[in-house]
């Protein structure tokens, strides 16, 4: 079943417009032949056009897909994080492709609102379908390889260094430590949270305080390294037949800072196998433990916050991550006062908890089979009621 994410975020682009961009960029011979909306994203608008090039004569070149990529409506209030995250994506893309080999579209057009009321980019089509889809239908050993081969490539990119740390997004501020960056991105979200009137059911200064007693695990971070961040399987792309992988997308939340916060290396990502490609263990600091907690309880706040600006017809995805935030806060402050545990090396009793390690969890049934989750985990999931 095709999945139609609408949100306020989503810029409309009509026939004309996309003609007169596809003449921006291949030539005023160049013909839109269709335009298809990409449904399944859930904050810049995407289509899919097909193009051909060189008129219509013999010499015309082959129909090529492109992608069109929309910013929201400059009117549409957004997070904090998310203002001018398109301009972030076009330089993560490019990037990215210059340093490593990891499969990213092609940056082919960039149109600073000349002709939509937001900017916008064309980019190459990567053919594939999500993974999202059909993982549940892959066999074990083909997503073995797969999770090792998305290791390998966040490998390479966490071997991209920048100057400070912070969004990649021109404009937000880069800063020196690894603490002001993250403790920023935190703060203005809280903020973003606050000022929607979103009602959480931990309180909001009390998640400031669990965010203070980090500082030190966060410290250890010391280079800021390429970071994509939104690698969940809906941006991953496979081939339907093989399961070998065809691509990557959606770069735009990418920042410069620390590799754990990856959301292969969290409760939602099947570590063993990517810390298999990706050549070393990343949990080896004494806060990383705390890191990965916080990165998560982080990952539930956006999810718990974003749907209030989006205005999604419902937000089941948030009500399952804000049923989880005293959990995840609960994680944030064992994981300080526990002593340093690799989860490669350090295994699990057969009663926790197969994402968050959390003692006492009970069997579930959930797609991929039988699993023992803790009841926020479960809920976080899909198999467990709020």
Request: aromatic share 6%.
């Amino acid at each position: 079943m095709r999945r139609v994410v609408v949100s306020r975020s989503k810029t409309p682009v009509d026939r004309a417009q996309a003609t007169a961009l596809v003449h921006d960029a291949f030539g005023t011979t160049a013909r839109l032949l269709s335009i298809h909306e990409l449904t399944d994203g859930w904050f810049n608008a995407a289509y899919r056009l097909d193009v051909a090039l060189g008129g219509d004569g013999a010499a015309a070149a082959p129909a090529r897909s492109v992608v069109l990529k929309v910013a929201p409506p400059p009117d549409v209030e957004v997070l904090w994080y998310e203002h001018d995250i398109l301009h972030a994506e076009i330089e993560a893309l490019r990037l990215v492709r210059h340093c490593t080999d990891a499969p990213v579209p092609e940056v082919l057009w960039v149109d600073e609102a000349t002709r939509l009321p937001s900017p916008s980019f064309l980019m190459s089509f990567v053919p594939g379908v999500s993974l999202a889809n059909h993982r549940a239908e892959m066999p074990p050993a083909v997503l073995a390889q797969l999770d090792r081969t998305m290791g390998r490539h966040l490998a390479q990119l966490h071997a991209v260094t920048g100057e400070g740390f912070g969004l990649l997004s021109p404009d937000r501020p880069s800063h020196d430590t690894w603490p002001a960056a993250f403790g920023e991105l935190v703060e203005q979200l809280l903020r973003d949270g606050e000022r929607a009137g979103v009602v959480l059911p931990v309180g909001y200064d009390e998640l400031r305080h669990g965010l203070a007693a980090t500082h030190a695990a966060l410290a250890e971070v010391t280079v800021p390294r390429f970071v994509q961040w939104d690698l969940w399987d809906g941006n991953v792309l496979v081939d339907p037949v093989s399961g070998a992988l065809t691509g990557y997308l959606d770069f735009e939340r990418a920042l410069w800072g620390d590799p754990l916060l990856e959301i292969q290396f969290g409760p939602h990502g099947r570590v063993a196998d990517v810390v298999d490609g990706y050549g070393s263990d990343p949990f080896t600091d004494p806060g990383a433990r705390q890191r990965r907690a916080l990165y998560t309880l982080y990952h539930h706040l956006v999810m718990s916050i974003e749907g209030a600006y989006r205005a999604y017809p419902s937000d089941p995805l948030g009500d399952r991550a804000r049923a989880g935030l005293a959990n995840d806060l609960r994680a944030v402050h064992e994981a300080g006062s526990s002593p340093p545990a690799s989860p490669m090396t350090s295994p699990r009793p057969d009663t926790a908890c197969r994402s968050c390690g959390a003692p006492q969890a009970r069997m579930w049934s959930t797609p991929e089979g039988a699993a023992r989750l803790c009841p926020a985990c479960a809920t976080l999931h899909g198999v467990g009621c709020p």
